[in-house]
């Protein structure tokens, strides 16, 4: 695909695009349009159709077990979630909801468990440092989530019930006219939950999202667009006593306005300001315990010139990071200058990319990051590609400044990759075999200093890996598959790094029958070790979910899905007291959906 037709396919441009259904247009690799094989990335896309069959509860439902995918969580339904992308820790995957970065800067860590899968139209999982062009945390990858912006014009209802006195109901909208494009949509979801520890009591949950887009495009073709995203609502978790009523009220966001203007025939300059936040309060019967709450202000500014075989990328960001919580921190706020620029090349079958990116942190100081990328293609389908690219996670302000642990003296960590790949890319199938180490020096973690645990920079991890992923849509018939292998490894003990399993594979199977779908999904994860010592051992498991759908009239179908069919019992984390964080067994969620139009 040539750099002219990359922009064109830009979500928005609505430029016509003939590529492979299994070898989509992707963004999130090289900021801009490109289609996966091209992108010279390892790269999964999860895509409107196949969270709809799939029908998860939870986003990690869908994200589990993916190429290089590792998710664990203190029990199912809204509790706390962690992914750990190529064996890099939860702080080092970056991710974005509509192009803002939303996490904890406290913790670090996104909370990916608050994120609602019937408003999400897109999610892609860009796997190998990205620290070249989005700056801080995309050691192991980027997770981008995109919400609908409008392209596919259709109203429609849904309501849904089922085990766990669990119900849900989702509306939404999009469509365009006179050039105005927009995409409305809510989502409420409750249940009561299920025991996180054996012999305990069912902890709740709920969500009440929404998100709106509003695009108008200007007949010199120049954009401006104002989007949001909210979730907010209470999870209910275990405490240390297991009488004591504990929970969080919680509330993730992202706002802003955005704009694009053609500034000659080959030269596409795009501003974005944005707003993103993650707030808990958490409280134990009833009395509030604390406040954690993240304020994110941005603006960036890209421009993407295009020539027959170049395309140059040249863009700069500003964000402001401010906390509010009842914790007293000796620094509440910093701000981070960054500016990126990255060249992409073809010569025939040789394609060259090369970035690079400068970030200034008046918390830690500034930090360069830089990448390159080769891809070279064997005949018609298949493609070979090498990659090299540096990235660092960003302390947090736990790290830094949090009273009795932090240390402000604390270097970024660093990390340095070195991937090798090959892609197969046929009409009906694709397959892709990467093989990747990750050197990651500076690693943050504690030691005692008297009757105190500090943060240092004491670690260093090498993560050597390797994923083999595919895909067939042949007939009716949908298939995808991944499995992955990999030895995350602390260097100064030669343990594997502590609640990464280190093999999983997925499989994804669909039939269509007419107007009757079904299908299931299978999820193997091995064991890991709950602790860095390698002592405290969590068996492996392996889970099926089976699923119908019938489209029984028309603008009217109905779907179930059972999830954990054989009722496995089993846990991804353990409390320090010595339990397990139990996950839900069998359950069943049955739902209706209405098109409008």
Known sequence: MTPALALAAEPGNHAPLQVAALDPVVVTPTRTSRTADASLSSVTVIDEQQLRRQDPVELRDALQSQPGVDMTGNGAFGKTTSMFLRGTGSSSTLLMVDGVRLRSATAGSPSWQFLPPRLIDRVEIVRGPRGSLYGADAVGGVVQVFTPDGSDPGTWLEMGAGSFNSRRFSAGTEGERDGTRYALGIDRFDTDGTEIREGSEDRGYDNTAGHMRVTHR???????????????????????????????????????????????????????????????????????????????????????????????????????????????????????????????????????????????????????????????????????????GTAFRAPTFNDLYYPGFGNPDLDPESSETTELGVRGQFQHWFWDLAVYQTDVEDLIDTKQVGGNYLAFNVNEARIRGAELSGGLELDQWRLAAAFTAQDPEDRQTDNVLQRRAQRSARLDLDRRLGDLSLGGSLVVSGHRYDDADNEDRLAGYGLLDLRAGWRFAPRWSGRVVVRNVLDKEYATTRNFSGWDYLNAGRSVMASLRYDID
């Open 218 to 388: 200007f007949d010199n073709n120049a954009e401006v667009g104002v989007f949001g995203f909210r979730a907010n609502g209470t999870t209910e978790f275990e405490g240390s006593i297991p009488e004591q009523e504990k929970s969080t009220d919680y509330a993730i966001q992202v706002a802003g306005v955005n704009g694009q203007l053609w500034l000659g025939d080959n030269w596409l300059s795009k501003v974005q300001i944005s707003d993103a936040r993650d707030q808990n309060e958490s409280f134990t019967d009833g009395d509030r315990d604390s406040i954690f709450d993240t304020r994110s202000r941005a603006a960036q500014w890209q421009n993407v010139i295009v020539t027959d075989n170049m395309e140059f990328v040249l863009g700069g960001d500003f964000r402001r990071d401010s906390i509010e919580s009842t914790t007293q921190y000796e620094e509440t706020e910093r701000d981070n200058a960054g500016g990126f620029a990255q060249l992409l090349l073809g010569f025939g079958a040789l394609d060259v990319q090369a970035s690079g990116r400068y970030d200034d942190n008046e918390a830690y100081g500034h930090k360069t990051t830089g990448a390159v990328a080769l891809g070279y293609k064997l005949g018609l389908h298949h493609r070979l590609r090498a990659s090299y």
